[in-house]
C-alpha cells in the first residue's frame, strides 16, 4: 500500500512539474512575442506591456487608414478603365496633380501600347520648375505604366506652381 501511495504522489508531482514546465515555456513564449512586437512598435525604447499593446492598437488603426487611403487612391487613378477598356476606348494617359503647401504629387497612368515616357523626363520638369524630387517611382502592372513623383519646393518662399508642370508634363506625354 505505501509503494502505490509512493507511484501516486510521484505521478502527481510529476504532473505537477510538466504544468509547471508549460507554463514556463508559455510565459517565455509570450515573452518573445512581446519583445517582437516591441521592436516594431517601438524599437527606441522598452515599454510596459500595457502602453505597447496601446500603440500596438494605435499603430494597427494608422496602418489601416493608410491602407484604405492607398486602394481608393489605386481606385481612382484605375477608376473607369475597365469600363472605358469593355468600351474600346480609353482614356489613358491620366494625370493628375496634387499640390499641398509646398510640396506635389503626380500621379501618370499610361498605357503600354504609348509612346514610351522616360522617368527622368519628367523628374527634370519638377527639377526644371524648382522643385527637389523626393520620391520618383515607375511601376509596370499588367498592360499599364505607373508614374509617381512627390517634389518639394527648394525655396518655400517662392513655391512650386502646379499648372505651369502640368503643362509642361502634357506636353511631353502627348
Given at each position: ?10 505521478s502527481a ?39 505597447l ?8 488603426i ?8 492607398l ?12 469600363k472605358?477598356r ?89
Open positions: 500500500m505505501e509503494r502505490a501511495r509512493e507511484i501516486g504522489e510521484g508531482s510529476s504532473l505537477r512539474e510538466q504544468r509547471n514546465l508549460r507554463e514556463k515555456e508559455r510565459r517565455m513564449r509570450m515573452k518573445h512575442l512581446f519583445s517582437i512586437l516591441s521592436s516594431h512598435v517601438s524599437p527606441t525604447r522598452r515599454l510596459p506591456v500595457p502602453q499593446i496601446d500603440q500596438a492598437v494605435s499603430y494597427m494608422q496602418l489601416k487608414e493608410k491602407v484604405n487611403y486602394n481608393e487612391m489605386k481606385r481612382r487613378m484605375l477608376g473607369g478603365e475597365v472605358n469593355s468600351e474600346g476606348s480609353s482614356l489613358l494617359p491620366k494625370l493628375s496633380i496634387r499640390s499641398l503647401d509646398s510640396i506635389i504629387e503626380m500621379n501618370l497612368v499610361m498605357d503600354l501600347n504609348m509612346k514610351g515616357v522616360m522617368l527622368h523626363k519628367l523628374v527634370s520638369v519638377f527639377e526644371e520648375e524648382g522643385a527637389q524630387v523626393m520620391s520618383a517611382n515607375l511601376q509596370n502592372l499588367n498592360d499599364r505604366t505607373f508614374y509617381t513623383i512627390i517634389a518639394q519646393a527648394i525655396i518655400c518662399r517662392i513655391g512650386i506652381d502646379p499648372s505651369r508642370i502640368e503643362e509642361r508634363l502634357r506636353d511631353i506625354i502627348s
